[in-house]
């Protein structure tokens, strides 16, 4: 890992109507960081992810991600379709939902993007889609189509689409919260694999333990502010701020029980 930051959120506003979602949100991710997000339903944990990926469009403020930078506010423009397509093209993203194409093979799932995308002849991306299902451990279900596979391998297969664009960072929104508790373990394997490997990333997680032994830093979030960010051990065992105490009160040591409402 470098000192150079491969994300950087600088005052990022995000409302929805009179809904103040995230009210002054500044974030630092290093180059092969991995930092998880925490908190209760409705703090806007999901809301940042999606102004990452400009799935949200922030109200103001500064988003970088590698070399790329979007600034909103007064005196800024929206920006264009071409712009947003560019800064989304290096940014993966995994939600709760699968969102798989059912008519298509799960190699053509994977395939889809950088055919559609980024212009890749066919053989080529079916050559790295093999590759990043064998990464997922999916190798052997590339012809299979989504009805076919266990929910715990749909999210694979999403793992290695997001793969497959090449992206500089990957975002998971909860990727496990669909899954049944013994299917959850074989994402958080990919997970941690890819966090071994360097991969820059953002988790919104209600798997605490996972989140303590994974992340390098952990954000308390709560109201759409920040409220604890350190080291992700320190954080969870021995939290500074009462709020973030309150929260993790809920969780036993080395359990992943649903977040309270």
Excluded: W
Excluded at 135 to 148: C, I, Q
Excluded at 213 to 240: K, L, S
């Amino acid at each position: 890992m470098t000192d150079t930051a491969m994300i950087e959120v600088r005052h990022v506003k995000k409302s929805f109507g009179t809904l103040a979602v995230l009210k002054d949100m500044s974030v630092t991710v290093p180059r092969g960081g991995v930092v998880s997000l925490i908190g209760p339903s409705g703090s806007g944990k999901s809301t940042l992810l999606r102004c990452l990926n400009l799935l949200a469009i922030p109200d103001e403020g500064r988003i970088r991600i590698g070399t790329h930078v979007m600034e909103f506010g007064k005196g800024h423009r929206m920006p264009k379709d071409r712009d947003l397509a560019a800064f989304r093209s290096k940014v993966g993203m995994v939600f709760q939902s699968f969102n798989l194409f059912p008519h298509m093979s799960v190699v053509q799932n994977v395939m889809e993007g950088p055919v559609t995308v980024l212009g890749r002849g066919r053989d080529e991306a079916r050559e790295d889609a093999l590759r990043l299902l064998d990464k997922v451990g999916l190798r052997d279900k590339a012809e299979a189509y989504p009805d076919r596979l266990s929910g715990g391998q749909k999210q694979r297969v999403a793992i290695a689409r997001a793969l497959a664009m090449n992206p500089e960072v990957m975002l998971f929104d909860e990727a496990t919260s669909a899954l049944d508790p013994e299917l959850v373990g074989e994402v958080l394997t990919v997970v941690r694999q890819l966090a071994a490997e360097g991969m820059t990333m953002v988790l919104v997680t209600h798997e605490i333990a996972f989140a303590r032994d994974v992340a390098e830093t952990v954000i308390f979030m709560r109201d759409g502010y920040v409220v604890e960010e350190g080291p992700a051990r320190q954080v969870i065992d021995a939290p500074r701020e009462a709020a973030t105490r309150t929260f993790l009160s809920h969780f036993h040591r080395g359990t992943s029980s649903p977040a309270p409402a």
